[in-house]
Nanobody, 123 residues
Framework: QVQLEESGGRLAQAGGSLRISCEASGHKFDTYNIAWFRQTPGKDREFVAAISWGGGTTRYSDSVQGRFYISRDNAKRTVDLEMNSLKPEDTAVYYC????????????????WGQGTQVTVSS
């Protein structure tokens, strides 16, 4: 089992940058693919980015491609999401999830979730 905890969310200015982190504890963190999702009130959780268990493969949603970068450090048990050129529409609670399937945006396929961290982008 893996426990996940997000951190780093805060208020940021449009056009600025922010890095949020997902720290894991538990067993076999380096066997799980990790993804970031985000959610706003009344909407479904939306896929943002994912990184494979070894860190060699990443993928992004169209809405963040070229602006956001996901990375992981298995020795430190962390997955970071660097967010650049922030837009007000990036405002959401950001969650990291751990799963065994890499090529899926289906939240049901992710086995473990953190509690989320709030990112607010002001215009």
């Amino acid at each position: 089992q893996v426990q996940l905890e997000e951190s780093g969310g805060r208020l940021a200015q449009a056009g600025g940058s922010l890095r949020i982190s997902c720290e894991a504890s538990g067993h076999k963190f380096d066997t799980y693919n990790i993804a970031w999702f985000r959610q706003t009130p009344g909407k479904d959780r939306e896929f943002v980015a994912a990184i494979s268990w070894g860190g060699g493969t990443t993928r992004y949603s169209d809405s963040v491609q070229g602006r956001f970068y996901i990375s992981r450090d298995n020795a430190k048990r962390t997955v970071d999401l660097e967010m650049n050129s922030l837009k007000p529409e990036d405002t959401a609670v950001y969650y990291c999830g751990a799963g065994l399937h890499f090529y899926t945006d289906d939240v049901q396929k992710y086995l473990y979730w953190g509690q989320g961290t709030q990112v607010t982008v002001s215009s």
